[in-house]
């Protein structure tokens, strides 16, 4: 298997990269350092909890290595079966958020049933739900392509899949990933061509549908009142944030140094999942934490230029898909570094490639993978398109040489 797909890559190796150096820099970079970030953060947790200190390093090291080969195998699947799988994909996301639901079947953590239990293994069905449903949009957008750039029935069709899964997720629930969601449907269709006009009027239907879900909870309104003000309850509703925004004061510009937090130790809840960010800024401080920022604003903005170039070939799918994905590693690290900074209510969303979460790593990686896979495919067609013109151009030159001489 590695020796085709290193034949595969063998023409491109003359003239450009066989992947993006930049891309694959920033997210393997941002994986190393939530594995270190991780086993900083969960040491004590893991020790006090499971009776050794490597619990969650070890896990986390599975997960990365699992990845590492899902993205292998995903890097090899053409672009083309993923556009045929679109509205498969959306079914399985339905019935996975549906399995959730089900007494039994779905595993209820701190009051949310996001996962699904697969022995040692809990499959979070959201994360595999936002991924299935930017690939079958991404279908959708080339096949109905005319009509969303036209017609308002060209945008309205994709809302009853998007209505139905963000029902199923608020019913979990989970309105971080339901938020996540909106907002890269509605980016897609809008990078589609949908008129400004339109996206105007859909963004303000689902502004108010998300302020709706935010004050129909009595506990969402709590997570609204404590962000603005943590400190009017330190001990209560504002806990996290306040133990968060301590972990940054602390932090200063260099950090206390890797190891050395104390919010870890049992102060600030979720310390290698949700708020490991805080941790990162505390151990290695503001410039720890810029650069962390820096690593995400690369990967968004490779992406987002790889989609591009899909775009200018004229191959949609691509296109489509990754900007996808640009949108849902954007959407995800800006809410998660907003809620640990305290400039968002608390969500439990993870920091893509650096929390704690086998679901999302993995959901990354095949991301990261198929995003690969486009500036591949993208490359060999250039080339392909190029080697008639290089092969006219020297027959041209040689021509030329054989009439001087002659002459």
């Not at 079947?105 to 991924?131: C, D, H, T, Y």
């Not at 109905?144 to 809302?159: D, F, N, Y």
């Not at 309105?175 to 449907?185: F, I, K, N, S, W």
């Not at 996206?199 to 404590?226: D, H, N, W």
């Amino acid at each position: 298997m590695i020796k085709k797909y290193w034949q595969a890559l063998q023409p491109l190796q003359q003239g450009a990269l066989p992947f993006d150096p930049w891309l694959l820099l920033a997210a393997v970079s941002l994986v190393l350092t939530g594995f270190v970030m991780i086993t900083s953060a969960s040491m004590d947790v893991a020790a006090e909890r499971f009776g050794g200190a490597f619990f969650f390093s070890i896990r986390h090291g599975i997960f990365m290595i699992m990845g590492l080969v899902l993205a292998l195998v995903v890097s090899r699947i053409p672009l083309a079966f993923w556009h045929r799988m679109g509205p498969i994909l959306l079914l399985v996301a339905l019935l996975l958020l549906l399995l959730v639901l089900i007494p039994g079947v779905g595993r209820e953590v701190n009051g949310s049933r996001r996962w699904i239990g697969l022995g040692p293994i809990n499959l979070q069905a959201s994360e595999i739900a936002k991924f299935f449903m930017v690939l079958y949009l991404s279908g959708y957008l080339v096949r109905r392509l005319t009509e969303v750039r036209s017609s308002w029935t060209g945008v309205a069709k994709p809302a009853l899949p998007l209505g139905i899964l963000v029902f199923l997720l608020i019913m979990e629930p989970d309105y971080g990933a339901a938020v996540v969601l909106m907002g890269t449907v509605m980016g897609m269709i809008f990078l589609g061509g949908m008129r400004f006009g339109q996206f105007l009027i859909v963004t303000c239907g689902a502004g108010s549908l998300i302020a709706v879900l935010a004050i129909a909870q009595p506990y969402r309104m709590e997570r609204l009142k404590s962000f603005q003000d943590p400190w009017s309850d330190p001990f209560g509703a504002g806990y996290q944030l306040s133990q968060a925004q301590i972990a940054f004061g602390r932090g200063d510009w260099f950090g206390t140094g890797l190891g050395s937090s104390v919010q870890k130790l049992f102060y600030l809840p979720e310390a290698h999942t949700d708020f490991v960010f805080s941790v990162l800024a505390e151990e290695f401080g503001l410039i720890g934490a810029l650069l962390v920022i820096c690593l995400y604003v690369v990967l968004v903005t490779r992406v987002f230029l790889i989609g591009r170039q899909a775009e200018k070939q004229k191959e949609f799918f691509m296109a489509y898909a990754a900007y996808g994905f640009g949108f849902i590693f954007a959407g995800q690290a800006l809410i998660n570094i907003g809620v640990n900074v305290g400039a968002l209510p608390t969500k439990g969303l993870t920091l893509p490639l650096l929390s704690y979460g086998g679901s999302s790593l993995l959901v990354c990686c095949a991301m990261i993978a198929i995003v690969l896979r486009i500036d591949f495919e993208l490359k060999t067609k250039r080339l392909a398109a190029e080697a008639p013109r290089s092969r006219r151009r020297r027959r041209a030159g040689t021509g030329a040489q054989v009439t001087e001489s002659v002459a």
